[in-house]
């Protein structure tokens, strides 16, 4: 019998008003829907974000073929339950195994199967060996990202490719204003998947602070990462080379709507909000 514990990874979703019919009964085309919804969160959580992946590899990918089966019907307000596990990696194929309990009871089964292809010519292309091996780590559970700490000389292609993606390009910020004399003297946190993809990003100033005390600012992840985890595992690897310098203290800035984030991590607020780059901050500190 299929069950949850057969699926690598698991989506929940519930259903709404607009997915069903006058019994309240959901229409069979949404199922689909429901897997593209999941099968999104399976490559992000896999460590192979759309669309960032497919263009860090220069390829795209298309549905070749679908396979439903209806066990039974899911209904207004009922939490599904997605399982995915990736079944098969061919030359150009990814077959990926897919199913929908509600309550554990099993709703529908099935397969997809998607064509790896060139993003110019959209001819079918052998799958890279970057994605096998993020998709294997993924299904053993295995480490899915690497985290390295170093100078801007070393981190500077994959830490300015972040900031540009989330502080230029989708929050505005001047490219005057992004790029200052700090990256130099900074200790820089870069994370980026098993194939080199960077994701998100981070530094750590001591030059110029009080003495024992250090800033971090520039924290970025890239949205199609965000809610994976990466975030902490810059701070973290931050606040661990703080701790190797033997400083006592962090501060940083924290855009206000990410100030929860700081929270649970042990950073505590200092001060009123006010303005940085046009946008709310929240000076927040830590004791190490």
Known sequence: MTTPADFTFIHRLRVRWAEVDGQHVVFNGHYLTYLDVAITEFWRHAGLPFPAALAFH????????????????????????????????????????????TQGRLLVTGEVVNVYVDVHTRVPQAV???????LDAFARGEALYRVEVGNWATLQAGAAAVRQAVFIDEQGIPESEEWDADDAEAVHAVVSNLA??????????????????????????????????LGEQVLRALMDEARRRQLHGIALHAQVNAQGFYEKLGFVAEGPVFDEVGMPHQRMVIRL
């Not at 990918?61 to 990736?86: K, Q, S, T």
């Not at 890279?128 to 993020?134: F, I, Y």
Request: include cysteine.
């Open 58 to 101: 220069q390829g795209d990918m298309f549905v070749r073929r679908n396979l439903i089966e209806y066990h039974a019907p899911a209904r207004m307000d009922d939490w599904l339950d997605i399982g995915l596990r990736c079944d098969r990696i061919g030359h150009s194929s990814i077959t990926v195994a897919w199913a929908i309990w």
């Open 128 to 134: 890279p060996q970057g994605m096998r091996d993020q």
């Open 196 to 229: 080199g993809l960077p994701l998100a990003t981070g530094r750590l100033i001591h030059a110029g602070q009080e003495p024992a005390h250090a800033k971090i600012g520039r924290m970025a992840v890239l949205r199609c990462s965000r809610g994976t985890g």
